[in-house]
């Protein structure tokens, strides 16, 4: 048991593949033993403990679950991983020796239960993979990440999944995926394998294949994909699974780019590129420090004559004005506004320090 256990930088792409839910022996054997056979997964999952939003819903099999997983194994000897939302199912999938198990969003949110899990791993050396939180706080996905490492959990052993984040507002996306975020994420802890998780995000097959492009694109080490041999019938997340041929075809698709560090020619052009960058942005960053020089000036002059800050039809014309550029900029008018609404509030906040002086 436990004999085969994955090094998640194996491998790139890093493919996890399986049901949202194993939910009866043959639907979960059937559906492992199709994609162990398609020689393009590297390890399998299934959910068998299933938080659910709404009570009286199916919330997994339990450990029943876990026994048709290692049956699975027994047969091709594939890792398998599940996710764990407290210590009994981390106690429980360890005596049945998963390789892996990983944390959901909406566990990622509760320090308690995340600190809970991490004790519960202490000296295991199963891989565990963090899902982002529910929320769009990196703080407590960089906070999940320090309590595995506080428990002894080797970092080659941790792995992050990007599954998108709650919004409030229209989106053609389940969890919206919010890439700033990962890209953070990423920075932070530059080692640590990132797994894109399209299903999750997209919550529909349509997207499936752009998402999943996305995260190639982002250097991502590979995909945590749910798959299911019906999924129609699916008893969690239907709308968003796809037949084990289905994704065959999809990982088909994904073009994952080389890290071409080997060539001396790509450096330089990106050592230069770089550096020009690293220029401009310094250059836009004094623009901007100046422009508010000349914010704190204007709070001089309003406090003087007794002028509120807020001038709407002063600011509409700003926006406008810039606004009706965008084409000539090659910028798109949304990323015009949110920079412009960015230095606003900048520039507001250094007129009410010179009023309020
Ligand atoms: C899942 O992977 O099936 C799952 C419940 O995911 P998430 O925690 O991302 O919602
Ligand atoms: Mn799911």
Request: hydrophobic share 40%.
């Amino acid at each position: 048991m436990g004999t085969n256990r994955i090094d998640l930088k194996s491998r790139r792409p890093l493919i996890i593949a399986g049901p949202c839910s194993a939910e009866t022996e043959e639907q979960t054997v059937e559906t492992c033993l199709r994609l162990a056979e398609s020689g393009q997964v590297d390890m399998l999952r299934a959910g068998v403990w299933k938080p659910r939003t709404k009570p009286n819903t199916f919330e997994g099999v339990g450990e029943r679950g876990l026994a048709w997983l290692s049956k699975v194994k027994q047969m091709t000897g594939m890792p398998y991983g599940v996710e764990v939302a407290n210590a009994k199912h981390v106690y429980t999938a360890l005596s049945y020796g998963v390789d892996m198990v990983w944390i959901g969003a909406r566990t990622t949110v509760s320090p308690f239960s995340v600190q809970e899990i991490a004790d519960a791993l202490r000296g295991s050396d199963v891989k565990v993979l963090i899902k982002n939180p529910m929320s769009p706080d990196i703080e407590l996905w960089a906070g999940a990440v320090a309590r595995m490492l506080n428990a002894g959990i080797k970092p080659e052993n941790i792995g992050l999944i990007h599954r998108g984040f709650v919004y409030y507002g229209k989106s053609r996306f389940r969890n919206p995926p919010m890439w700033h975020l990962a890209i953070e994420m990423r920075r932070r802890f530059p080692d640590m394998v990132m797994l894109g998780d399209p299903s999750h995000i997209c919550g529909n097959r349509e997207l499936l294949a752009e998402v999943s492009q996305k995260a190639a694109d982002l250097s991502y080490d590979g995909l945590i994909i749910e798959s299911h041999i019906n999924p129609n019938q699916a008893w969690s997340d239907a709308s968003q699974q796809v037949t084990p041929g289905q994704l065959l075809d999809l990982l088909e698709q994904v073009k994952w780019r080389a890290d071409n560090v080997e060539n001396q020619e790509y450096l330089n052009a990106l050592d230069r590129c770089r550096g020009e960058i690293d220029q401009l942005d310094a250059e836009i960053f004094n623009l901007l420090s100046q422009r508010m020089t000349v914010s704190e000036e204007i709070g001089h002059i309003k406090k003087v004559n007794n002028v509120a800050i807020l001038q709407g039809g002063r600011w509409n014309a700003i926006v406008e004005r810039i606004t009706s550029q965008a084409q000539r900029l090659n910028l798109s008018e949304e990323f015009l506004q949110t920079v412009l609404e960015a230095i606003h509030l900048e520039s507001i906040n250094h007129q009410n320090k010179v009023m309020n002086e």
